[in-house]
């Protein structure tokens, strides 16, 4: 098997979804180390180097919006969902769904009827 | 003895190093230290908290050393991360034409070499300065071609051209596809031939490529250094403009313009260099005195450069008549 392909792949997979994901584990407020170990715990594993950059990315599209507060006795950083950016992941949800839905009939329906054609 | 650091010094010399190497403006450098250090502060207390026992030295080292070089974490914050001085797009282009004109170079001064060898000056001393010269080379056309190509992506990136394309802009397909139809047998018979007497006069004859220009304006010796920069200017142009036809950049309308330009430029400069009346020589600074074969050298040099500004010229001929020729269609469409 190409594992190098699949890796990419994998890879590029990923990257889409992770912003789905974030955006909906930020409908409620949370900061970045927090959000790191409950998408961990929800069985995404991310690099901290990525969500950091991830999260501004965001932020300057207006998806997130963010602010400085204290816990704990430190100072964190907090984001939380935009208004526009619950109007963006409703709709990518739902894009997702479709797309979800489309893959689940190619690999389970169509293929093993066109085999069974041939 | 060298002090151990502690805990609190390793995090601010790791934060310290990140914002130098985010190069981004210092409100954003401090926002983005403060971010990278609650997380990895965080980290760290969850640690300690598992461990229940405050971190040593080299367990909160440990977890720098996981988090990623500075470089690597200052990289990721980047406003484009990952953009590239030279996009995928254009580098092919790049690597072409950068080891075209290494090549040039590098040919044009193994010939320079080998006529000044049949001179007067010693092997060593020619061998020397052509390492030298290749060295020099090697890095000083790297980094002109590499400059080249950033200000024309920089250029790209601010003013979209390539996004300015329009599909009916695009060149015809020509009826032989994409081979060129073969030339006749008598073409190819009698091209080689010329080739050969050209050839042959280049190297024999001590007046044949030697061209006139520029009386009154500059003596012989002067002309040549004034002369041979405007025309390898123009025949770099010329060349460039040539390859740009062919990429991502062919519909763009100002190209058109810039190649129209530059060769009504060449045609003037071949009217020019042909009309004028003082010697020209192309190449090392003419003396009288000098050796017979880089002196023909200097006549060969001349000859190219006249032949590449008549190509110039016929080639803007053939576009000029193609341009009047065609009805209805007079915007910028000469190519």
Request: aromatic share 8%.
């Given at each position: 098997?190409n594992?190098?392909?699949?890796e990419?792949?994998r890879?590029?997979?990923r990257?889409?979804?992770?912003?789905?994901?974030?955006?909906?584990?930020?409908?409620s407020?949370?900061?970045?180390?927090a959000?790191?170990?409950?998408?961990?715990d929800?069985?995404?594993e991310?690099?901290?180097?990525?969500?950091?950059?991830?999260l501004r990315?965001l932020?300057n599209?207006?998806?997130?919006?963010?602010a400085?507060?204290?816990e704990?006795?430190?100072?964190?950083?907090?984001?939380?969902l935009?208004?526009?950016?619950?109007?963006?992941l409703?709709r990518?949800?739902e894009?997702w769904?479709?797309?979800n839905?489309?893959?689940?009939?190619?690999s389970?329906t169509?293929?093993?009827?066109?085999?069974?054609?041939? | 003895?060298?002090?151990?650091?502690t805990?609190?010094?390793l995090?601010?010399r790791?934060?310290?190093?990140?914002k130098?190497?985010?190069?981004?403006?210092?409100d954003?450098?401090?926002?983005?230290g403060?971010?990278?250090?609650?997380?990895?502060e965080?980290?760290?207390e969850?640690?300690?908290?598992?461990?229940?026992?405050e971190?040593?030295?080299?367990?909160?080292?440990?977890?720098?050393?996981?988090?990623?070089?500075?470089?690597?974490?200052?990289?990721?914050?980047?406003?484009?991360p990952?953009r590239?001085?030279?996009?995928?797009?254009?580098?092919?282009?790049?690597?072409?034409?950068l080891r075209?004109?290494?090549?040039?170079?590098?040919?044009?001064?193994?010939?320079?070499?080998?006529?000044?060898?049949?001179?007067?000056t010693?092997?060593?001393?020619?061998?020397?300065?052509?390492?030298?010269?290749?060295?020099?080379?090697?890095i000083?056309?790297p980094?002109?071609?590499?400059?080249?190509?950033?200000?024309?992506?920089?250029?790209e990136?601010?003013?979209?051209?390539?996004?300015?394309?329009k599909?009916?802009?695009?060149?015809?397909?020509p009826p032989?596809?994409?081979?060129?139809?073969?030339?006749?047998?008598?073409?190819?018979?009698?091209?080689?031939?010329?080739?050969?007497v050209?050839?042959?006069?280049?190297?024999f004859?001590?007046?044949?490529?030697?061209?006139?220009?520029?009386?009154?304006?500059?003596?012989?010796?002067?002309a040549?250094y004034?002369?041979?920069?405007?025309?390898?200017?123009?025949?770099?142009?010329w060349?460039?403009?040539s390859?740009?036809?062919?990429?991502?950049f062919?519909?763009?309308?100002?190209?058109?313009?810039?190649?129209?330009?530059?060769e009504v430029?060449?045609a003037?400069?071949?009217?020019?260099?042909?009309r004028?009346g003082?010697?020209?020589?192309?190449?090392?600074k003419w003396?009288?005195?000098?050796?017979k074969?880089?002196?023909?050298?200097?006549?060969?040099?001349?000859?190219v450069?006249?032949l590449?500004?008549?190509?110039?010229?016929?080639?803007?001929?053939?576009?000029?008549?193609?341009?009047?020729?065609?009805?209805?269609?007079?915007?910028?469409?000469?190519a």
């Open positions: 098997m594992l190098t392909a699949f990419n792949l890879l590029e997979l990257r889409g979804c992770l912003v789905l994901a974030v955006l909906a584990e930020l409908r407020e949370g900061h970045g180390y959000l790191v170990k409950a998408l961990r929800g069985g995404l991310i690099d901290e180097n990525t969500l950091y950059p991830l990315r932020e599209q207006g998806l997130l919006a963010s400085w507060r204290v704990n006795k430190r100072n964190k950083r907090f984001y939380r935009s208004a526009e950016g619950r109007d963006v409703a990518l949800l894009e769904r479709n797309i839905g489309a893959i689940e009939k190619l389970e169509r293929i093993p009827a066109r085999r069974r054609q041939a | 003895m060298k002090r151990e650091l805990n609190k010094e995090l601010d790791y934060i310290h190093a990140v130098l190497m985010l190069m981004l403006p210092p954003k450098m401090e926002d983005i403060a971010e990278v250090r609650a997380n990895l965080s980290q760290l969850d640690q300690a908290m598992a461990l229940r026992r971190l040593r030295p080299e367990e909160v080292s440990a977890v720098l050393k996981r988090h990623g070089h500075p470089a690597k974490v200052a990289l990721q914050y980047r406003e484009q990952g590239a001085l030279i996009s995928p797009a254009l580098f092919p282009l790049y690597w072409f034409t075209a004109v290494l090549a040039v170079w590098v040919t044009i001064r193994v010939i320079v070499a080998v006529f000044v060898f049949q001179g007067t010693p092997a060593g001393t020619i061998l020397l300065t052509l390492g030298r010269d290749v060295l020099l080379a090697a000083i056309m980094a002109g071609v590499t400059l080249l190509f950033a200000v024309w992506e920089y250029l990136l601010r003013f979209r051209y390539s996004e300015r394309w599909p009916e802009a695009l060149s015809p397909v032989h596809g994409l081979q060129p139809p073969k030339p006749r047998p008598t073409v190819q018979i009698i091209g080689g031939m010329a080739s050969l050209l050839g042959a006069l280049a190297l004859s001590s007046s044949f490529f030697w061209v006139w220009g520029a009386r009154g304006v500059f003596g012989p010796s002067d040549l004034a002369m041979r920069f405007l025309l390898w200017l123009l025949v770099f142009c060349a460039s403009l390859w740009l036809g062919s990429t991502r062919a519909a763009s309308r100002w190209l058109h313009v810039l190649r129209i330009a530059v430029v060449g003037a400069l071949a009217i020019f260099l042909v004028s003082d010697l020209l020589v192309a190449g090392p003396i009288p005195t000098q050796a074969s880089l002196a023909t050298l200097n006549q060969m040099v001349a000859g450069l006249v590449a500004c008549i190509v110039v010229g016929l080639d803007f001929l053939r576009r000029f008549i193609r341009f009047m020729r065609r009805p209805g269609d007079r915007g910028l469409s000469m």
